[in-house]
C-alpha cells in the first residue's frame, strides 16, 4: 500500500495542511502499516521540502517517498529531503501520452525517452528503491508505454507505476492494459507494478482492484479518497475489499484496520474536507440501519445485513456518555473510543473546552466532541487565534463587530462594520490581519439537532490560484465563523510562496 495522502491529496483545491499536521498525518500511516507513505514535492516550495525532510526523519517502519519532475533540479532536491528517511524512494515521473507530450511537455517522444532514461538513472544515483511513473499512462500509446517501461527498468527502477492520471479508465480495459504490458516488456519480472488511479467516473477503486488481478503489488490511494478534482481511490475501501472478499480477491495488505476510522477523521479535520455521510468504510452512515426490516434482521443475527463489523474499522460501540459531570478520565476513554489520541496539553485544552460546552448544552454527543476536538487539532498551534469577539446584530443595522485577535502573541482589537455581521467580523479580522485573499465559500452545519447545537463554520479563501479551507466549531455561529476564517487566513500563510498548482501537477 502506497499512500499519497500528504502528496495527491494534499494537492487538491482547498486541502492544506501544516507541518504539525502532515507529521500527525505521517504518523498515523506509519501506524497503519502503510509500506510506502509519499510525503510531498520536494521541489515545489520550502514549506514542501521541510515536510518531506521532517516525515523523512520520524517515519519509523515505511518507506518514504518524495515526487521529483524529470529533471536534475528536481531529482537532487528529493534526494535532499529524503536524506535523513530511513528508507528514501525517489518516485519521478514524466508524461507519455501523445497529448501530454505534445502539449504539456512540447517534446518530441524520443526525446521523453532520452528524459526517463537520464533521470531514473540519475535518481537510482542517489538511492536504492526508484519509483518510475508514466503519466496519462492510460492514453498512451502502447508500444510507446512498452518502450518507455523497459528503458526506465533498465535505468534501475524498481517500481513502475500506470497512473490512470485524468480517471478515464475502466476496470475491464486497466486490466487488460497491465496484463499486456507485463507480457510485452522483456525484463518486466525485474519490476513491481503499480496502480494509481483517479475517481472522475466513480472507478478508482474497482480499477486499483482490477490493476492487482493484471499482477500489479503496490496500489497508490489516499485516506478518504481525497486527491486532485474527484479524488484518488480510498485506501480504505481497497483494503476492506480486500479483507471481506478474499474469496474473490485473493491478496491481502498488512493494514491494521482498527485504525482507519482513526485515520479518516484526522484527515477530515486537518484538511477541513467532510467525509460524505454515506461513504464506504468511514462515512458516519457506513454501519446505520435505520429500515425497520434491517434492524429486526440485524436483533437476529448482524451477518443479515452487515458484511464487516463496525469494530473491525474502528467504530466503537458507544458506552459512554458525556455531560458536564465527566471527569477527566472519562473523557479521555471517550476520546479514544472516537479514534483521537491527544497529547496532554492537547488534551487539557479540549478538556477546558469540553467543560465549558457541557455548562451550556444538556448532552454533549459524539459528535459536539468530534467537532471540539477537530477544531483543537486544527487551530490550536496557530499563528493568529481569536481571543475576544462582541456583535451587535439585529433588524437596525449597521451591524457591527468588536474582536480581538491574538497575532503571534501580540493582542490587536478593531471595530468594524458590515453588512450583517458576519461581514463586520471579517471586514475586522481584515483591517487586524491585511491581505488580499478572496472568500469563496462560507458555510454552516450544525453538529447535531436542537437549537444549543455546536455550529461548525467553513471558510475557503483563495489568493493567486492557491486556496485553502478553515474550519471553526462553537456554541456561538458568530465565533465558529470567526475562527473558521482566522483557520483559512493561517493556512494562507504557509501556502504562499509555493509554486502555483497546476504548474505542479502529476500522476
Ligand atoms: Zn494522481
Request: overall charge negative; aromatic content about 6%.
Amino acid at each position: 500500500m502506497f499512500d499519497t495522502t500528504l502528496r495527491d491529496g494534499e494537492q487538491s483545491p482547498g486541502a492544506s495542511m501544516t507541518l504539525e499536521e502532515k507529521l500527525e498525518v505521517a504518523d498515523i500511516l506509519d501506524a497503519l502499516g502503510v509500506d510506502v507513505i509519499e510525503a510531498g514535492f520536494p521541489i515545489a516550495s520550502q514549506g514542501d521540502f521541510e515536510s518531506v525532510s521532517e516525515v523523512a526523519k520520524r517515519v519509523k517502519t515505511g518507506s518514504v517517498a518524495g515526487l521529483a519532475r524529470a529533471s536534475e533540479k528536481d531529482i537532487d532536491r528529493c534526494a535532499e529531503a529524503l536524506r535523513d528517511a530511513k528508507r528514501p524512494r525517489i518516485h519521478t515521473f514524466i508524461s507519455t501520452s501523445p497529448l501530454h507530450m505534445k502539449y504539456k511537455l512540447q517534446m518530441e517522444p524520443e526525446r521523453v525517452l532520452e528524459m526517463v532514461a537520464s533521470s531514473v538513472s540519475r535518481a537510482r544515483n542517489h538511492v536504492e528503491d526508484v519509483e518510475w511513473s508514466a503519466e496519462d499512462g492510460t492514453r498512451t500509446e502502447f508500444e510507446f508505454l512498452c518502450r518507455a517501461v523497459e528503458i526506465a527498468i533498465r535505468a534501475g527502477a524498481t517500481t513502475i507505476n500506470i497512473p490512470d492520471t485524468v480517471g478515464y479508465t475502466t476496470p475491464a480495459e486497466y486490466e487488460s492494459l497491465l496484463t499486456r504490458l507485463r507480457e510485452a516488456v522483456p525484463n518486466a519480472d525485474k519490476a513491481i507494478f503499480s496502480v494509481h488511479c483517479h475517481n472522475d467516473l466513480g472507478l478508482a477503486v474497482a480499477n486499483s482492484l482490477a490493476g492487482v488481478r493484471a499482477g500489479a503489488r503496490q496500489i497508490e490511494c489516499t485516506i478518504n479518497g481525497i486527491g486532485e478534482r474527484a479524488g484518488n481511490a480510498a485506501l480504505e475501501e481497497i483494503v476492506m475489499a480486500m479483507r471481506t472478499r478474499p474469496d474473490a480477491l485473493p491478496f491481502h495488505t498488512g493494514i491494521e484496520t482498527k485504525l482507519l476510522t482513526r485515520a479518516s477523521k484526522l484527515v477530515s479535520a486537518v484538511t477541513s474536507f467532510p467525509v460524505q455521510y454515506n461513504k464506504a468504510i468511514v462515512g458516519r452512515n457506513a454501519f446505520a440501519h435505520e429500515s425497520g426490516i434491517h434492524q429486526d434482521g440485524m436483533l437476529k443475527n448482524a451477518f443479515t445485513y452487515e458484511i464487516m463489523t463496525p469494530e473491525s474499522v474502528g467504530v466503537a460501540k458507544t458506552a459512554l456518555v458525556m455531560g458536564k459531570h465527566s471527569g477527566r478520565h472519562a473523557f479521555r476513554e471517550k476520546l479514544k473510543e472516537l479514534g483521537y489520541e491527544l497529547g496532554d496539553n492537547a488534551l487539557e485544552d479540549a478538556f477546558k473546552r469540553f467543560k465549558d460546552l457541557a455548562d451550556r448544552k444538556k448532552i454533549v454527543y459524539d459528535d459536539d466532541l468530534i467537532a471540539l476536538v477537530d477544531d483543537e487539532i486544527v487551530n490550536a498551534h496557530e499563528f493568529i487565534k481569536v481571543d475576544a469577539l462582541m456583535v451587535m446584530a439585529g433588524t437596525h443595522g449597521p451591524q457591527s463587530a468588536a474582536l480581538t485577535l491574538d497575532i503571534g502573541g501580540d493582542k490587536r482589537t478593531h471595530q468594524a462594520t458590515g453588512n450583517g455581521p458576519v461581514d463586520a467580523i471579517f471586514n475586522a479580522i481584515k483591517a487586524l490581519a491585511p491581505h488580499e485573499a478572496t472568500l469563496e465559500l462560507f458555510q454552516v452545519h450544525a453538529v447535531t439537532e436542537g437549537t444549543d447545537a455546536q455550529a461548525e463554520v467553513s471558510v475557503r479563501l483563495s489568493e493567486d490560484g492557491k486556496s485553502v479551507t478553515g474550519r471553526g466549531a462553537d456554541p456561538d455561529t458568530l465565533v465558529a465563523s470567526a475562527r473558521a476564517y482566522v483557520s483559512a487566513l493561517n493556512r494562507l500563510m504557509t501556502k504562499r510562496g509555493k509554486t502555483k498548482p497546476e504548474a505542479m501537477q502529476a500522476g
